[in-house]
T-cell receptor, first 114, second 115 residues
Framework: GNSVTQMEGPVTLSEEAFLTINCTYTATGYPSLFWYVQYPGEGLQLLLKATKADDKGSNKGFEATYRKETTSFHLEKGSVQVSDSAVYFCALDAGGTSYGKLTFGQGTILTVHP | NAGVMQNPRHLVRRRGQEARLRCSPMKGHSHVYWYRQLPEEGLKFMVYLQKENIIDESGMPKERFSAEFPKEGPSILRIQQVVRGDSAAYFC?????????????FGPGTRLLVL
């Protein structure tokens, strides 16, 4: 079946540090890949997405590249801010339905200190 | 425009009791999705409903779990005779129409603890 594996957290960084959160997946076919962010007390929000191999999704300074050869979709940001502290979820949509049936990783807690 | 609301945010039940989780979709949304996140695991799809219809319940446990989305009122996820293994975070999402994940807006989740 489909699965998503994220690096174990929590991740603690100082402001302006470089961020990488690893994500690898297992899926049949050609899934679409997503990163979601959940701020304290709020629902998950779509952060970025990529729908085919070598696509790069980007938003708010975050980037992730769809690597089919390594089945990975690692999240990166060059300089994190305190406001980036949240839980980050990697997810895939394996397709085959019209409504987006998502498979998520376990989430990575990021804490950024001033 | 209020987002997706879930209540209660935290729910404690003893084994054998019933748990009712409510999800109020965004205004104008008629599609609801429920996901469950067990400890140390990712969110797993449970069920997809449209108003008064269950479209896909392939992720729902076969026993004790049921979901509904009536014509009026919130969507309800009902767990009968809860067991400790039901302790998890339950998330719902809603969308205006059928479409990909980009159309789904998520609520903050209900944390269920079974003692």
């Amino acid at each position: 079946g489909n699965s998503v594996t994220q690096m174990e957290g929590p991740v603690t960084l100082s402001e302006e540090a470089f961020l990488t959160i690893n994500c690898t997946y297992t899926a049949t076919g050609y899934p679409s890949l997503f990163w979601y962010v959940q701020y304290p007390g709020e629902g998950l929000q779509l952060l970025l997405k990529a729908t085919k191999a070598d696509d790069k999704g980007s938003n708010k300074g975050f980037e992730a590249t769809y690597r089919k050869e390594t089945t990975s979709f690692h999240l990166e940001k060059g300089s994190v801010q305190v406001s980036d502290s949240a839980v980050y979820f990697c997810a895939l949509d394996a397709g085959g339905t019209s409504y987006g049936k998502l498979t998520f990783g376990q989430g990575t807690i990021l804490t950024v200190h001033p | 425009n209020a987002g997706v609301m879930q209540n209660p945010r935290h729910l404690v039940r003893r084994r054998g009791q019933e748990a009712r989780l409510r999800c109020s979709p965004m205004k104008g949304h008629s599609h609801v999705y429920w996901y469950r996140q067990l400890p140390e695991e990712g969110l797993k799809f449970m069920v997809y409903l449209q108003k008064e219809n269950i479209i896909d319940e392939s992720g729902m446990p076969k026993e004790r779990f049921s979901a509904e989305f009536p014509k009026e009122g919130p969507s309800i996820l009902r767990i009968q005779q809860v067991v400790r293994g039901d302790s998890a975070a339950y998330f719902c999402a809603s969308s205006y129409s059928v479409g990909g994940p980009e159309t789904q807006y998520f609520g903050p989740g209900t944390r269920l603890l079974v003692l």
